[in-house]
């Protein structure tokens, strides 16, 4: 056994992926024992079973061989839909992601692996946060974003689909995790910002080209969106949430995990306290989390440059002069401009168009 062993080609991972029961672990195992797929196929049945993790069945399966018609067409929507792959032996293969011990052996994405992404925090939590949720989600987010950080999450409704957005919207990087195939938008009515991240970063999936979202996908791919990140943010989550599993894998692979405190009668808040009380560390700003993963620096955040555009009317150069990266409610904007509501959110909506404005939760506002 341990044959020399050469980076596997994509057509021979899709080839053991097809296999019943196996995972990235034993694939890994199989190449370090063997060296290639051809020696794989050829070693008898009873040298396959002393590689460990690998039993009577599996090894059974593993002689029947893979499905060589799923792999060409694999190969086929590859090509077609311009879709990118990385594997765990090629250079651009994130980092951090690599260092867990199940990390996946191919994965499938849309947009652009930087190196920038190694510096990268995960943020997760409920599909319907509420207005304290939303303001954190997007002010955590933007903070990261500002300090030149990654924001993973799962594009989920709710706090994921927030933490991309505000990525997006502030230009920032963002990696988003997919319980399906890659090609395939979940939540359908998350079009835009499924659109958009690859411009900013990746869609990411371990799954098949065309796999529906089942239920069963999610929980796995967790340890992606975990993985990829120096640690995991939990911001509003119950007891049975999603979010959790997400932190538990942080906390198995030796990553940060982070939680943000909330209202002790909110069952949405019940998972996060929980968090706390054992032991995640608690966060009440973005510094907080900086510390932990050693990210704060002398030069601080990296700094917008402020200047008005020119070419804007006279009531949107004066909302902007009184909009900054701080959170400023609509009932204020109005009583410091001396302008009728309707006015001023006319004057905000078109900021918002020119990506110069973002409306937080709770009719709140920001310069961007």
């Given amino acids: 056994m341990n044959h020399k062993m050469h980076p596997p080609a994509v057509q021979d991972l899709l080839y053991l992926l097809t296999i019943p029961q196996i995972g990235p672990g034993r694939i890994r195992k199989l190449f370090q024992a063997f060296g290639g797929i051809d020696n794989i196929k050829k070693t008898p049945l009873q040298n396959l079973i002393r590689v460990a993790g690998i039993d009577q069945k599996l090894a059974q399966h593993l002689k029947k061989g893979g499905d060589q018609a799923a792999v ?38 849309k947009g652009i692996l930087k190196e920038i992404h190694q510096k990268a925090v995960a943020i997760v939590g409920t599909r319907s946060p509420s207005n304290y949720g939303k303001l ?93 990140s120096l640690g995991t943010v939990v911001i509003e989550a119950g007891n049975r949430s999603g979010a959790l599993i997400s932190a538990l894998f942080a906390l198995n692979q030796d990553r940060e995990v982070f939680a943000v405190p909330g209202n002790i009668n909110s069952p949405k808040s019940q998972g996060c306290n929980r968090l706390i009380q054992q032991g995640a560390k608690l966060v009440q700003s973005v510094e907080d989390i900086l510390e932990e993963i050693g990210e704060i620096s002398s030069s601080g955040p990296v700094q917008k ?19 900054s990266s701080d959170p400023k409610h609509i009932d204020r904007l109005v009583m410091e401009l001396r302008e009728a509501p309707s006015t001023v959110l006319s004057g905000l909506l078109t900021l918002e168009l020119l990506g110069l404005v973002q409306q937080l939760a709770g009719k709140m506002f920001i310069r961007i």
């Avoid at 190969?75 to 867990?100: C, F, G, H, M, S």
């Avoid at 989920?156 to 957005?165: E, F, K, M, P, S």
């Fill in 305 to 323: 440059n402020w200047t008005i555009p020119e070419n804007l009317g006279p009531l949107e150069k004066k909302i902007m002069e009184y909009l």
């Fill in 136 to 228: 954190v989600t997007a002010e955590l987010a933007r903070k990261l974003i500002s300090h030149g950080i990654t924001v993973v999450s799962g594009m989920a409704r709710g706090v994921d689909t927030i933490a991309h957005q505000t990525a997006i919207q502030t230009g920032g990087e963002t990696l988003a995790v997919l319980g399906c195939g890659v090609d395939r938008c979940y939540p359908s009515d998350n079009r835009q910002v499924y659109n958009k991240i690859p411009e900013q970063g990746a869609v990411m999936s371990e799954y098949f080209i065309g796999t529906g979202p089942d239920a069963v996908n999610f929980p796995k791919r967790n340890r992606i969106i975990s993985g990829l």
């Fill in 72 to 109: 060409d067409q694999q190969l086929a929507l590859l090509e077609e839909q311009k879709i990118q792959y990385v594997t765990l032996w090629d250079d651009n293969y994130p980092l951090l992601l690599k260092r867990i011990p199940d990390a996946p052996v191919l994965l499938f994405y």
